[in-house]
């Protein structure tokens, strides 16, 4: 019996080789015409879902967190107190700490969102979604979207590749003055501070790659209070609209 990791290897080469496959325009145009239209679908779908789900915050981290980890739950006591304090949560809608936080916001009776991405390993959302708030993408940049246009903040603790895409992503946007500044706040100290030297004497001192104001885009927390204080001390000068 193959490994999971052997089926992902068999996938990655099957697209390489597909890459390299010669179509003729027909195949092409078809193939690109059918790509069109589940982009446009997929995008219609959020919008219409997500239009009307009033102020959320999201929240990011590792898919690979089990339950009895501090960081699990440091997550669901995150959602929970923004659920007190008036927002709904986005999460990517898989385990881990999107699983915490999707289970602190219905804990709280609270919205709870879940845009869910199909992967070969995961292809469902968890259990504590709202059913009617439950989209499933096939295209990660249209799920980017979904959550930079109606999120107000975003909560990110430790995660890998994906956490980091999220990051870095919601850092582009807001530096590049192409969405609305919102804060995001970097939960466990331990965790980012090794990144957070990095971009300071790295990006910035070594290679002034960035800007000393760019320092500003992000807090560092290490507990749910200050988590959620950082959200409401920033709308506390702010009306809550959306980002687009």
Known sequence: MSSRFDNFEEKREEKIRKAFKERDWNEIKSA?????????????????????IGPCVSVFGSARTPSDNPHYIMAEEISAKLVRHGYGVITG???????????????????????????????????????????MFDYFFVRKVMFTKYSQGFVVLPGGFGTLDELFEAFTLIQTIKIGRFPIVLVGKAFWEGLIDWIK???????NYISREDLN????VDDATEAVKVIDDFYSKYLLTPNY
């Open 201 to 207: 004497n790295t990006l910035l001192e070594k290679y």
């Open 93 to 135: 809608g898989g385990p881990g700490i999107m699983e915490a936080a999707n289970k602190g916001a219905s804990s709280e009776n609270g919205k709870s969102v879940g845009l869910c991405i199909k992967l070969p390993f995961e292809a469902k959302g968890n259990i504590y979604i709202d059913p009617d708030k439950m989209i």
């Open 217 to 220: 885009l992000f807090y560092l």
């Open 32 to 52: 690109d015409s059918w790509a069109i239209f589940k982009v446009i679908a997929e995008f219609v779908e959020g919008f219409e879902k997500l239009s009307k």
